[in-house]
């Protein structure tokens, strides 16, 4: 590989790695050990193919810098969750913005082929969602109460419950990453079409404004699940695709970020949870202003703190860092 190419191909992450060291942030001491190792691994390639480069001297220097604060420092922040929502998971994520991106656009193509699928065959909707539950959403239907389903069972049991299987298939859709990234597929594609042939099925009954009460907290919960399916890409990418570092080396550093992401994500599927345990029963008799205020309110939330709040934290701390002159 060029020279030229390497430093491109590498270039964004040791800047942020330095950013981090120069301006102190706190980063987790498994993370940082973790980061030093890819490091490491940069400058060990640059010794071998760029001897005597620029680029080698200052791997060497930040190699340095990364050394002494693994070593030197010792303890651990007392507000490290804090740090980890506020700094540490942003300034992280920016660097898969590009992978969330293509997760996006794999689960949006399985919600068009769910809901063109929907629309030219009726009994489609049945294969995907099961006969007893659209027998039952029917019934619903002919009397006047088609979220009914919704307003069944205790305000506990059901955000106890919902919370847990969201959970649960955000790990799934995660772990499945570790077959090449197929299996994460599978599940995006899976509940994607889910997604469309649910939407549709009520756009063929005339009904379509009714799905609002479960974008109540399906705002969050689609997004999230999402999220997680991003966190399983980056693990079954960094297998086929291990760029300077061995695959083993890749893997567990892929399969390290994944996690991370997947942790991000709980937070948000409680939210998720405690808004269809405890509101969406009255989504129906909500007025619309307050419905549609939480709706876009919680998409604004998954934006801004996975896509904008990273841009806007890499580039605060671009300005206050003097660039990097490479070869």
């Known amino acids: 590989m ?13 800047i942020v790695f330095e950013k981090a060291l120069d301006n102190n942030v706190k980063i987790n001491p498994d993370d940082l050990a973790s980061y030093y190792i890819q490091l490491t691994n940069d400058l060990a390639y640059a010794q071998t193919y760029y ?23 010792k303890r651990e922040s007392k507000n490290k969750i804090v740090s980890f929502w506020r700094d540490e998971f942003p300034l992280f994520f920016r660097q898969y913005h590009k992978t969330l991106l293509h997760t996006f656009l794999i689960f949006m193509a399985a919600v068009i082929i769910g809901a063109v699928s929907t629309l030219n065959d009726d009994s489609f909707v049945r294969l995907i969602l099961g006969d007893g539950y659209v027998n039952m959403t029917i019934e619903n239907i002919e009397k006047g109460e088609p979220m009914a389903v919704y307003k069944s069972g205790s305000h506990i049991g059901t955000f106890l419950g919902i919370t847990i299987n969201n959970i649960r298939v955000a790990i799934i859709a995660f772990a499945f990453g570790i077959f090449f990234s197929v299996g994460t597929i599978y599940v995006l594609f899976s509940n994607g079409i889910m997604l469309g042939a649910f939407i549709t099925f009520f756009y063929n009954y005339g009904i379509l404004e009714k799905t609002s009460t479960v974008w109540l907290h399906g705002t969050i919960e689609i997004s999230v699940i999402v999220i997680a399916g991003c966190a399983g890409l980056v693990m079954g990418n960094s297998f086929l695709f291990p760029k300077t570092y061995s695959r083993r080396v890749a893997f567990m550093k892929g399969a390290k970020d994944g996690l991370k992401i997947v942790v991000s994500t709980i937070p948000f599927f409680i939210i998720a949870g405690f808004i269809e345990g405890f509101i969406t029963r009255y ?15 919680s998409l604004f939330i998954i934006i801004y703190y996975y896509i904008a709040y990273p841009i806007l934290l890499n580039r605060a701390i671009n300005r206050s860092v003097p660039k990097l002159q490479l070869a």
């Open 51 to 73: 001897p005597e480069s620029k680029t080698l001297l200052y791997l060497n220097s930040l190699a340095s810098q990364a050394h002494q604060k693994i070593y030197i420092t």
């Open 283 to 297: 989504g129906e008799q909500m007025p619309w202003p307050v419905a549609y205020g939480i709706i876009f309110l």
């Open 2 to 14: 060029r020279e030229a190419s390497f430093v491109k191909q590498n270039k964004e992450k040791w």
